[in-house]
C-alpha cells in the first residue's frame, strides 16, 4: 500500500476489525470475519467529504480468496456512484477469486476497474505498470 500511496499521492485510509489489528490474523472460520469496525486516519476515522474524490482504490488481504467483511461495511457506508473504485488485494499467493463479484455486488453503482493482487515486495514498477493501464 506504500507504493501505490506514494505513486498517487492519495489518501491512505486505514480500517481496523473490531479486535483493533490492522493485519488481524484470520480466523479459523471464514463466517467469522469482522463485519464492522473502527476506521484510523488523520481526518477524524471517516472520509469527511467522499465526493470530492473521482477513483478510490480499496486495499484489503485475501482471506479465503475474498475481502474480508469490513471491506463490505465500508463499501456500503459511502455512496460510490459514478465513481472508479478499483480493488486491490496483498496476498503471498492466493488470487482474487470471487472477490470483485462480491465486492461489485455490494456496491454496483460504483464504476468497476480490474483489480490486481500485489505480492510482497511487489516492484515500484509493477504498481506503476498496473495503475497505468487503468487509465484514470
Known amino acids: 500500500m506504500k ?8 489518501l491512505a485510509l486505514v480500517l481496523l476489525c473490531a479486535c ?6 484470520a480466523p479459523a472460520d471464514a463466517s467469522q470475519t469482522p463485519a464492522a469496525g473502527t476506521e484510523e486516519s488523520p481526518r ?5 467529504d467522499m ?3 473521482e477513483t478510490v482504490f480499496v486495499g484489503f488481504p ?6 474480508p467483511r469490513i471491506i463490505e461495511t465500508f463499501l456500503e457506508s459511502y455512496d460510490f ?13 492466493s ?6 463479484d462480491i465486492l461489485k455486488a455490494v456496491c454496483p453503482a460504483a464504476q468497476w476497474l480490474p483489480g490486481k493482487r500485489l505480492r510482497s515486495g511487489e516492484s515500484a514498477g509493477a504498481v506503476q505498470s498496473w495503475v497505468d493501464k487503468l487509465d484514470i
Open 95 to 100: 488470487g482474487l477469486g470471487k472477490t470483485e
Open 20 to 25: 483493533g489489528s490492522k493485519t488481524p490474523a
Open 81 to 93: 456512484s459514478g465513481k472508479k473504485v478499483v480493488p486491490f488485494a496483498t496476498s503471498g499467493g
Open 62 to 67: 485475501i482471506w479465503w480468496y475474498q475481502a
Open 44 to 48: 477524524s476515522g471517516k472520509v469527511q
Open 51 to 53: 465526493g470530492q474524490y
Open 3 to 10: 507504493k501505490l500511496t506514494a505513486l498517487l499521492a492519495c
